[in-house]
Nanobody
Framework: VQLQASGGGLVQAGESLRLSCAAS????????MGWYRQAPGKERELVAV???????NYGDSVKGRFTISRDNAKQMVYVQMNSLKPEDTAVYYC?????????????????WGQGTQVTVSS
């Protein structure tokens, strides 16, 4: 199972970016999908998460500016980031709770993408 993130880059404050993340490999199902970020010297924090049913949860610092969505048919998750601020600068990681088949049944675990850099200049 692999998560491949894309869409990061360098933008100015107030501009927008859209991150995408695709899940690939052999799995039974995908539960929650989401985005986390980690700035230099800081802990990794929640950006947004969306359940398989479509319910969402956002980190306080991005509420009202970021929108998470997913395409279950394509096994993809997106985050639309508007009104970006310099403090949004970080490496953004996609995450998914994925169930894989095993010899004795199934196994659920958290998987992480490789991270994509978002830099917002003032």
């Amino acid at each position: 199972v692999q998560l491949q993130a894309s869409g990061g880059g360098l933008v100015q404050a107030g501009e927008s970016l859209r991150l995408s993340c695709a899940a690939s490999g052999r799995f039974t199902s995908i539960d929650d999908m989401g985005w986390y970020r980690q700035a230099p010297g800081k802990e990794r924090e929640l950006v947004a998460v969306v359940s398989s049913a479509g319910s969402t949860n956002y980190g306080d610092s991005v509420k009202g500016r970021f929108t998470i969505s997913r395409d279950n048919a394509k096994q993809m998750v997106y985050v639309q980031m508007n009104s970006l601020k310099p403090e949004d600068t970080a490496v953004y990681y996609c995450n998914a709770r994925i169930t894989i088949p095993t010899i004795v049944g199934t196994l659920s675990d958290d998987y992480w993408g490789q991270g994509t850099q978002v830099t917002v200049s003032s």
